[in-house]
């Protein structure tokens, strides 16, 4: 989950289907699924739009939680220690 995450944050602005996010997260399609429900049902991901057989979803910017995840990450990439244990 972490590998998916750390995918979707790097490229939140852009949406994906299921398994080009497997892909780029260097996991496998049947992993992914294994816990992709639980993203959806905690708003973490959303759904953006169909193209033909596939949904595409992209990493939900508006949910506290995710804007958190995303300080976070921004934070652990410019070594703010302090500002992550406060």
Known sequence: MIKVLDFLITFASFDYPLTEIAKNSGIS???LQTFWHKL???NIVI?????????LFK??????????????????IQGKEEEIIA
């Open 47 to 55: 759904k953006t739009r169909r193209v033909g057989k596939s949904n």
């Open 29 to 31: 399609y049947s992993t």
């Open 40 to 42: 959806e049902n905690n």
């Open 59 to 76: 990493l939900n910017t508006n949910n506290p939680a995710v804007k958190q995840l995303i300080k976070l990450d921004w934070n652990l």
